[in-house]
């Protein structure tokens, strides 16, 4: 589709925030166009700075093993973040960041119209949902803004870091296949 491919091109030259300058190549996300769920993370880390592809790191392999779990592939959704360029250090992005770069992503979640977005961490919960949630208060749980579905889950990063949560992200993985399977969300 002529405008997706627009939108993608835009991240790919964008220089609207100081990102820019250190990243080495920006992650425009990927997935079909017509993607019945959408999965998005903070913001590239090194693997996928290097690569330009989103979730191509140890969080990405976590993410691919879930989504496995219920049935699903990473060719099968689609996966992207809050902001397309590498924050230096993967420090967490800036308001100012959030705000020059998430047009992209409403532009891309316009035109895809999930059932369902499922935000993965505190920065896609807090920028697309609600500033003040926190993850560990609304995971698993359906909330709904502007028309769109969402289904916060823990980053799979934090998982690698915390152990009991995998535990946690596994099951809300669990809840997410029963939701997509029980008709409550059309598309
Ligand atoms: N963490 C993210 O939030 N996004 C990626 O693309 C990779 C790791
Ligand atoms: Fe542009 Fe987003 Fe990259 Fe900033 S992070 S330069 S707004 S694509």
């Known amino acids: 589709m002529v405008i997706f491919?627009?939108?993608?091109?835009?991240?790919?030259g964008c220089k609207k925030c100081e990102l820019c300058r250190s990243r080495t190549n920006a992650v425009p996300g990927e997935g079909p166009i017509d993607a019945k769920a959408m999965f998005i993370g903070e913001g590239p880390g090194r693997e996928e700075d290097i690569q330009g592809r989103p979730f191509v790191g140890p969080a990405g392999q976590l993410l691919e093993e879930l989504l496995y779990s219920i049935g699903l592939s990473?060719?099968?959704v689609f996966i992207g973040n809050i902001v397309k360029c590498r924050p230096p250090n993967n420090r967490v992005p800036t308001i100012e960041e959030v705000q020059s770069c998430i047009p992209y992503l409403y532009a891309q979640i316009a035109i895809i119209q999930p059932k369902i977005v499922c935000t993965?961490?505190?920065t896609p919960l807090n920028a697309l949902v609600l500033p003040k949630l926190t993850i560990g208060s609304v995971h698993g749980k359906l909330l709904e803004r502007d028309g769109f579905v969402f289904f916060p889950m823990y980053h799979p990063a934090a998982a690698l870091y915390h152990g009991e949560l995998k535990d946690v992200l596994e099951n809300d993985f669990l809840k997410l296949k029963e939701v997509l399977n029980s008709g409550k969300i059309n598309k």
């Open 5 to 12: 491919d627009e939108i993608t091109r835009d991240i790919l």
């Open 74 to 76: 990473r060719e099968d």
């Open 120 to 122: 993965l961490g505190n």
